[in-house]
């Protein structure tokens, strides 16, 4: 048994958009420029509407500028690649992003080769995975970046440190296992990624001092899968339907059985409220970085 404190993701990305809205706020009166940001969004699928309409919102509520495009799924993967060619060589544009995922027609991979890398705020382009995987500055993907802020404040916190602890992750996606992986890499954790095919993943599960679940399976990790003192950061968002006496109500679960694991985890993330919100907070973060090392202006600390 273990202490289970929740780790607010809600309130720490509130902080980060705050001191993000000072920077900009600063550079827009030292340079006269505001940092811009295009979302691209190919064809209606609902969950992407909700995101790209939530990025446009704060985008623009901590003072930068947003523009989104929508294209109907119709579209070729031709068109998409000559809109990303323009939104490349238009100087104005910050950073690009382009909603995932893409309708089938489409190779998601070629669109993300195609934005250039000093604009690919979602840390998607091989040249930003390779920098991060040879520890070269280079943009980050969100969600793992914002994953690893929450558990470096819980360990901050705990009067504990990274190194040297075993962290499992339980999915390898580009987006999100992958990334990181290297991530905790370079703060001197050990690293196991598991993932479908891991045998006894269990056990592997109850070696982890820290436990990061991104498989997109609600409440896939048991709670006896958790070590007792462990981290755990539950990236998962599953929309599922339970039932209540006033009928069935749909809600929304991580990858953790969250109510059973708090028991033993030391720290763990809430679905909602966890690493979700940190997501688009680190898109702002990203669109701010790459703004600064566009125009060869200084990255603010902690950006
Ligand atoms: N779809 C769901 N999450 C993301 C994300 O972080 N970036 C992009 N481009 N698409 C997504």
């Known amino acids: 048994m273990s202490n289970g404190q929740i780790i607010d993701g809600a309130a720490y990305a509130e902080q980060l958009r705050q001191r993000l809205a000072q920077h900009v706020s600063d550079l827009t009166a030292a340079h006269g420029l505001v940092p811009c940001l295009v979302v691209v969004i190919v064809g209606e699928d609902p969950a992407s509407q909700i995101y790209v309409k939530s990025k446009g919102e704060q985008t ?24 990303v060619d323009e939104l490349n060589r238009d100087t104005a544009v910050n950073g690009i992003l382009v909603q995932l995922p893409l309708p089938k027609h489409m190779s998601s991979l070629k669109v993300i080769d195609a934005i250039s890398a ?17 520890g070269l500055e ?53 690293v196991t990624i598991a993932h479908s095919k891991t045998r006894n993943l269990a056990e592997v599960c109850r070696e982890a001092d820290i436990l990061v679940a991104a498989v997109g399976r609600p409440r896939f990790v048991q709670g006896d899968w958790v070590k007792d003192g ?12 339970i039932d209540t006496p006033e009928g069935p109500k749909s809600k929304v679960v991580g990858d953790v059985d969250f109510d059973a694991a708090k028991d033993h985890a030391r720290a763990i993330t809430p ?18 970085k790459a703004f600064c090392l566009q125009n060869s202006l200084p990255v603010p600390d902690g950006v």
């Open 60 to 83: 623009r509520a901590i003072g930068m500028e947003s523009r989104t495009i929508r294209l109907p799924d119709t579209t070729s993967e031709a068109e998409l690649l000559h809109l």
């Open 118 to 134: 000093d604009k690919d705020v979602d840390g998607f382009h091989v040249v930003n995975a390779g920098r991060l995987a040879v």
């Open 138 to 190: 280079g943009i980050v993907p969100c969600t793992p970046l914002g994953s690893l802020m929450l558990l470096k404040d819980a360990v901050a916190k705990n009067n504990d440190t990274l190194a040297g602890k075993h962290a499992v992750i339980v999915g390898r996606s580009n987006i999100v296992g992958k990334p990181m992986a290297q991530l905790l890499l370079n703060q001197d954790c050990t």
């Open 230 to 241: 462990a981290y755990v950061i539950d990236v998962g968002i599953n929309r599922i339907q």
């Open 271 to 288: 679905v909602p409220k966890g690493v979700g919100p940190m997501t688009i907070a680190c898109l702002l973060n990203n669109t701010l």
